[in-house]
């Protein structure tokens, strides 16, 4: 008899031990500790900046830091290296773009992951492209820009940023839609986005591009001349400046996008929470006027969106860079 009151009582505690835990070790809510933003370029540039302006507004959401950590070089692989061997937890996270997702495993062989196992989170801002000329040149017009690259491709030089940049995807895609082969054609090597616009507007190259946080400055001190823009509308600050799809060329349509994504299987509440953290900037007054500072829009993709934006923009990829 004493027997069978031991194994009830033993049986009672194996049944309630399961459930005190679960109130004694409740699951940590997330953040409850600092994050780690890394940026795969120098500080300055619009992918640090935007990261800048996301981190600034969730420590005061949040209530936790949230440092933006600049790893730049290795056409953005040591950054996204860093993410891909972290922690699955939310806490080391990725700011992407385009270089970094859907053109960096056409320019980095032999890449140590594959791109798609990303967790994707979210897209949160845009800066469409200028293509640019020294304002000292005879290239007053992308009509003028044209008739060069095809009456001499072999001189028609122009700015690249080590391959894996929106910058070369926005020329090879004007170059493709005007009928020149890039291969051709003569790619001066700079080392960002700054660089590339003042070798432009020191008339060392005949084109240059630039997005717009980058190509602003030298458009508005007068170095460069802006001939078209990358985007489905004109910009506000510069009216007379015609888009890429108005002068005959829709498919010159590269936008350098600033997005958030994670290790691989980084946990769906998490994701759930980074996605609901950035989609709510949208509306965020201190986050708006920030991207308006550095001349970027911004422009929200879900995970999913931004996962097949990648997909979709890799092919476009491919085929420029065969």
């Known amino acids: 008899m004493k027997k069978g009151k031991y194994l009830v009582h033993v049986f009672c505690l194996m049944v309630l031990i399961p459930a005190l835990s679960s109130v004694a070790y409740p699951q940590a809510k997330y953040p409850a500790k600092p994050i780690d933003i890394i940026v795969p370029y120098a500080p300055g540039g619009a992918t640090d900046l935007v990261a800048r302006a996301i981190a600034n507004s969730l420590k005061r959401k949040w209530r936790v830091p ?27 996270l990725l700011t992407d773009n385009q270089a970094s997702s859907s053109m960096i495993g056409i320019v980095v062989k032999n890449l140590p992951f594959k791109v798609t196992d990303r967790t994707f989170i979210a897209t949160a ?13 005879t290239f007053k017009t992308l ?22 940049s929106p910058q070369d995807f926005t020329i090879r895609q004007f170059l493709k839609a005007i009928g020149v082969d890039v ?14 616009v003042s070798l432009t507007g020191g008339g060392h190259v005949k084109l240059g591009c630039g997005a717009t946080s980058s190509a602003m400055p030298g458009i508005q001190g007068g170095t460069v001349r802006p001939l078209a823009y990358t985007w489905k509308e004109r ?3 510069l009216p007379s400046v015609p888009t890429t799809a108005e002068l ?8 350098y996008w600033v997005g958030i994504s994670g290790p691989a299987k980084l946990p769906p509440q998490i994701s759930q929470i980074w996605n609901d953290a950035i989609k709510a900037l949208m509306n965020d007054t201190e986050f708006l006027t920030s991207l308006k500072n550095v001349k970027a829009m911004p422009f929200y993709r879900d995970s999913q969106q931004t996962r097949d934006h990648v997909i979709q923009e890799t092919k476009e990829v491919e085929e420029l860079w065969r």
């Not at 949230?66 to 730049?72: A, D, E, G, T, Y």
């Open 248 to 255: 005959g060329y829709p498919t010159v349509n590269c936008v």
């Open 143 to 164: 009509k003028d820009i044209i008739e060069e690259a095809k009456r001499d491709p072999g001189s028609f030089t122009w700015t690249s940023i080590g391959g894996a």
């Open 66 to 92: 949230v440092n933006v950590i600049n790893k730049p070089g290795g056409n953005t692989l040591p950054a996204c290296v860093d993410v891909f061997n972290s922690s699955p937890d939310g806490y080391t």
């Open 235 to 237: 910009h506000p600050e």
């Open 125 to 137: 801002a845009i800066t469409p492209n200028f293509l640019i000329s020294a304002s000292s040149s």
């Open 183 to 196: 291969l051709k054609t003569k790619p001066i090597m700079v080392q960002g986005a700054a660089p590339a």
